[in-house]
């Protein structure tokens, strides 16, 4: 490069002094390499070729540091490999004189001027106006976030391995190399060897494939051992809660519809039965509260191929439409029900208020009317049904027709006036007591243990189907998590319960009817793994859901979402935030209980129908 230089500058003297620099600069790197800059590395004869999957070497120019706070490796990429090296791809180290390997991911890459005659000089500029520039001029350099050091397990011949945490620093110009197998992939990175299949660890989009497979990722789902009948050790993802939050066109409901047929695969777990203390061993039961009328459709077998089902299943995915799925539809006055094929009808009745007072609350009441509702409701509970069953006209007549309650009370006319036209919301009248079945007398066929319950909302409107969807989660949260005058169905059922729109029905309450749902889903997300109860919540506004309930929910998947909702949620994990908002249909970020945050490529087929 040298005579290139001067031939370059014959016709410029103005320049020469640049170029004798840049001469004394090359023959000082050249004969001491102990002096600034990156010195070349030559390469290797063939001989000396690199093992298969290495990148290039730890980085020996430049402080290399491990601590409890901060870390810094940088790895030289060699020249035949930048092509290869991405951001995100996850790399090994190994530790000379031991098995053990440093587990790292990309965390960036950069380049840097392979000598002083860099792009900030006149010669530099006099010389690109006469022949292109090429990459062979600087180097390639990575760093590094280191996550575990691997060891293996010296108690067995075969490859297993032991995750420590990161105490040891890597030696200088050790090579460095692609993590290309799944014992090392699974183990650094914490995946399970089987579980709910959610997707293939990808990086930038494309997935990772080991010996030119794609590499599966699942989450730790384990229930009862079918040939042992013992529990399987861990914690059931299902029973520790999961938000799928995407923006629309991202593919949610596609994602979605995947991860809830592969939690239906007849996987047992143990409960214990409320009334005798007995566990015994019972299926999930899958309830959709589905406010788009999407989900009833898991029920139909997808059109894929059989080359492609074949393929799935070598992975252990669930294909195929559920056999055991049943659509119950909410009834409301003068409103016709959704095109959902064969269902049945329920209503919600009048008699679920006795315990759940805030259901006709949708404000934030006075405590004086407050207090009038709640006694007018305990005394028609109490001695105003005699041989009819609770109804919300009964109701209305009794608070109207009969002054006695609010004279014994010494209750304002004002407040008792007030009081009444509360209660003459005709949103009451429209929901309460229409159908011929109702949600308790359901109860036994919509909570049946291995069943998927879809309830499509679609056809209800504004404060119609709050209330509708209320009633019916907290009926579900409060027969699952109480002890005491519960139904039976459900207390001993487990039980994954998926809510659409979520953050119509768990944001950040101002109303005492929507406080109290919050509250109870509060407690339901606490005593979860206890009562056999999951919360599967579905959403495009993460940040409107309740603070409390989201610290809860302890699997995310994130696919892409608006750059200033993802500010807004605090378990968007760090190093994806910017990647997170450019995510493409199918791509998204997954963090799950004791797994490190990995990307994460959906199926591009739904394995269930999926037609809108």
Known sequence: ???????????????????????????????????????????????????????????????????????????????????????????????????????AATDRLRYEPYTDLDDKSDTHNHISR???????????????????????????????????????????????????????????????????????????????EIERQPFPYYLSNPGIDPETTEKQPGEPAVFRHLLVAGSTGKGKTHFTKNLLRQFVDGKRYPIERHETGETVHSRLNVVIIDPENEYWEMGVDPDIG???????????????????????????????????????????????????????????????????????????????????????????RYVTNDRTLQDDAQIANQTWSAMVRRINDTTFETVFDHGISSLPELASDMFREGQVTVIPTSHLRGTNERLVVLSILSYIIENKIDDHHVVDPIKNTPMLVAVDEAHNYFSEPDLLREQYIVRRAREAVKQGRKDKLGLLMITQNPEDIDDDVLKQINTNVFLGLREEIVEKVPSVPREFKRDIPKFGKGQAVVKAPDVESVEVMGLPMCVTKHGN
């Open 306 to 396: 059989e080359k492609a089902e074949r393929r799935l299943r070598r992975h252990g995915i669930k294909v195929g439409g559920v056999d055991d799925l049943e659509v119950f539809v909410p009834t409301v006055e003068n409103v016709s029900p959704p095109g959902t094929g064969t269902h049945q009808s329920f209503g919600i009745p009048f008699e679920l208020v006795e315990s759940r007072p805030q259901l006709l609350m949708p404000y934030q009441p006075r405590e004086t009317i407050r207090s009038a509702l709640e006694l007018a409701l305990d005394s028609y509970f109490d001695d105003g049904v005699e041989h009819e069953p609770p109804t919300y006209e009964g109701f209305k």
């Open 1 to 103: 490069m040298t005579d290139e230089i001067d031939d370059l500058l014959n016709d410029d003297p103005a320049l020469e002094d640049d170029a004798n620099e840049t001469r004394t600069t090359r023959t000082t790197e050249t004969s001491d390499p102990s002096t600034n800059g990156v010195p070349e590395t030559p390469v290797p004869s063939p001989s000396t070729d690199p093992a298969d999957g290495e990148i290039g070497h730890v980085l020996a120019s430049e402080e290399i540091m491990i601590g409890r706070d901060d870390d810094n490796v940088t790895a030289f990429i060699m020249t035949d490999e930048r092509e290869t090296v991405r951001v995100g791809d996850y790399v090994q180290i190994p530790y000379p004189d031991s098995d053990d390997v440093l587990f």
């Open 130 to 208: 006469h022949r292109d520039f090429d990459e062979s001029e600087f180097v390639l350099l990575a760093v590094l976030d280191p996550i575990a050091i691997l060891s293996p397990d010296a108690s067995t011949d075969e490859l297993e391995l032991d995750r420590g945490i990161v105490n040891r620093i890597p030696k200088p110009n050790t090579p460095v190399s692609l993590s290309r197998e799944d014992e090392y992939l699974r183990t650094g990175l914490g995946i399970p060897d089987d579980g709910v299949f959610c997707g293939y660890l990808s990086v930038g989009g494309t997935e990772m």
